[in-house]
C-alpha cells in the first residue's frame, strides 16, 4: 500500500482516533496529546499527505502500549527457556526497559509491528499455544504463571503497580510528556521515509510543553493512565 493510499484507508475507518480539544488531542484510549489539532496539521506539513493524524495517533498509542505487549510476547520464550523464577524477573525487566527505552525510537516499521501483536485475540491464541506446549512437557508451574502474567497485563495491573516510579524515571529522560515524545518521534520519522520536511519541529515541541503547562494536573496524569 502506497503512502497515500495508506492514508486514504486510515482517514475512512479511524475517525474516532482522537478527540480534538484547545489543549490538544484526547486519544480513543484516553491518552492527552498536548498539541492541537491544527498544530499538528501545521507542523507535520506534508507527512499528513502520506499517514493520516488518526493513523499517527494510533500508531502512537500502540507505541505506548508496547511495553506490555513485548512483555507478553517474550514472556512465554523466558518461561519455556530459563528456570521460574530467573523468566519472572526477566519478563518484569523487559518490561521495565521498554518502558524506559521506547519513547526515544518509535519507528513506522515498528509501530506497524505492534500495533498487529497488541491483537487480544493474537495473543489469546499465542498464550494457548505455548501454554499447552508447556503442559504438554509437564511444566505445570510456568503454565501457571503464563496464565497469571497474563490477567495481570491485560487488566493493566502490573502497569499501575509500576506506574509511578517508572513515570518518575522517565520525566528526568525525556523532556516532554511521554505521549508526546512519541507522537512527535513518530512524525519526525514518518517524514524521513517519506523524505518530507519538518522544519518547525522545536516550534511543535514548544507549543506542546506550553499546552502541557496549561493544562491541570489531573488532564496531565491522565496520558499515562488509558483506558484498558
Given at each position: 500500500?502506497?503512502?497515500?493510499?495508506?492514508?486514504?484507508?486510515?482517514?475512512?475507518?479511524?475517525?474516532?482516533?482522537?478527540?480534538?480539544?484547545?489543549?490538544?488531542?484526547?486519544?480513543?484510549?484516553?491518552?492527552?496529546?498536548?498539541?492541537?489539532?491544527?498544530?499538528?496539521?501545521?507542523?507535520?506539513?506534508?507527512?499528513?499527505?502520506?499517514?493520516?493524524?488518526?493513523?499517527?495517533?494510533?500508531?502512537?498509542?500502540?507505541?505506548?502500549?508496547?511495553?506490555?505487549?513485548?512483555?507478553?510476547?517474550?514472556?512465554?520464550?523466558?518461561?519455556?527457556?530459563?528456570?521460574?523464577?530467573?523468566?519472572?524477573?526477566?519478563?518484569?525487566?523487559?518490561?521495565?526497559?521498554?518502558?524506559?527505552?521506547?519513547?526515544?525510537?518509535?519507528?513506522?516499521?515498528?509501530v506497524r509491528v505492534v500495533?498487529?501483536?497488541?491483537?487480544?485475540?493474537?495473543?489469546?491464541?499465542?498464550?494457548?499455544?505455548?501454554?499447552?506446549?508447556?503442559?504438554?512437557?509437564?511444566?505445570?508451574?510456568?503454565?501457571?504463571?503464563?496464565?497469571?502474567?497474563?490477567?495481570l497485563f491485560?487488566?493493566?495491573?502490573?502497569?499501575?503497580?509500576?506506574?509511578?516510579?517508572?513515570?518518575?524515571?522517565?520525566?528526568?529522560?525525556?523532556?516532554?510528556?511521554?505521549?508526546?515524545?512519541?507522537?512527535?518521534?513518530?512524525?519526525?520519522?514518518?517524514?524521513?521515509?517519506?523524505?518530507?520536511?519538518?522544519?518547525?519541529?522545536?516550534?511543535?515541541?514548544?507549543?506542546?510543553?506550553?499546552?502541557?503547562?496549561?493544562?491541570?494536573?489531573?488532564?496531565?496524569?491522565?496520558?499515562?493512565?488509558?483506558?484498558?
Open positions: 500500500m502506497s503512502g497515500d493510499e495508506e492514508s486514504h484507508a486510515s482517514s475512512s475507518t479511524d475517525a474516532a482516533a482522537y478527540v480534538a480539544t484547545p489543549y490538544g488531542l484526547m486519544s480513543a484510549a484516553g491518552r492527552w496529546y498536548h498539541i492541537p489539532e491544527e498544530g499538528v496539521r501545521e507542523y507535520a506539513g506534508g507527512v499528513l499527505d502520506h499517514v493520516s493524524l488518526d493513523q499517527l495517533v494510533r500508531w502512537a498509542d500502540a507505541w505506548m502500549d508496547s511495553p506490555r505487549t513485548v512483555t507478553l510476547w517474550a514472556l512465554p520464550l523466558l518461561l519455556w527457556a530459563v528456570p521460574l523464577g530467573w523468566a519472572v524477573l526477566a519478563a518484569v525487566g523487559v518490561y521495565c526497559g521498554w518502558t524506559l527505552a521506547s519513547p526515544s525510537f518509535p519507528g513506522v516499521g515498528g500495533s498487529v501483536l497488541r491483537n487480544v485475540y493474537l495473543q489469546g491464541g499465542y498464550y494457548v499455544a505455548t501454554l499447552s506446549f508447556l503442559a504438554a512437557a509437564e511444566q505445570l508451574a510456568a503454565v501457571g504463571v503464563g496464565l497469571t502474567a497474563f490477567v491485560r487488566w493493566g495491573i502490573v502497569g499501575w503497580t509500576l506506574r509511578a516510579a517508572l513515570r518518575s524515571v522517565r520525566r528526568r529522560l525525556y523532556p516532554l510528556p511521554v505521549a508526546d515524545q512519541v507522537l512527535r518521534g513518530l512524525i519526525v520519522r514518518a517524514a524521513l521515509k517519506y523524505r518530507v520536511s519538518v522544519p518547525q519541529v522545536d516550534a511543535m515541541t514548544s507549543d506542546i510543553l506550553d499546552n502541557w503547562g496549561a493544562q491541570s494536573e489531573s488532564s496531565s496524569d491522565s496520558e499515562e493512565h488509558p483506558a484498558s
